[in-house]
């Protein structure tokens, strides 16, 4: 009893030092934005989860795109300009996403 009751206390410290591990040095502040008399759609977490997963999508949807033009013009494609086209459609996405839930964010850039 008392051995399993050390691995649950060992494995809980390990957990703990390992959530400090993770970076969220460039993660935006969700605020919500009429509290009081329009409460967010969703918990924070919620929606940072949906709208993240809705980011994600919209990347690799834009990266298709960019690919589909190229190809019909028949341009190399320059991957760097794929890159920032991409990332600008995730990040469009997510911020509308999270305006829709009732959230606003902000960046400490």
Same mark, same amino acid.
């Given at each position: ?20 591990? %993770? ?7 969700? %605020? ?19 709208? %993240? ?41 997510? %911020? ?14």
């Amino acid at each position: 009893m008392l051995g399993s009751l050390v691995r649950v206390v060992v494995f809980c410290g390990f957990a703990a030092v390992l959530a400090g591990c %993770v970076d969220h040095a460039n993660a935006p502040v969700i %605020v919500p934005v009429a509290a009081q008399t329009d409460p967010p759609l969703n918990f924070t977490g919620v929606a940072h989860t949906i709208c %993240v997963a809705d980011g994600n999508f919209m990347y690799n949807e834009a990266r298709r795109q960019y690919e589909l033009r190229a190809g019909m013009t028949n341009m190399p494609i320059d991957a760097a300009n794929e890159e920032a086209t991409a990332r600008a459609a995730a990040r469009r996405q997510y %911020v509308a996403c999270l305006s829709s839930q009732g959230y606003r964010t902000v960046y400490d850039r």
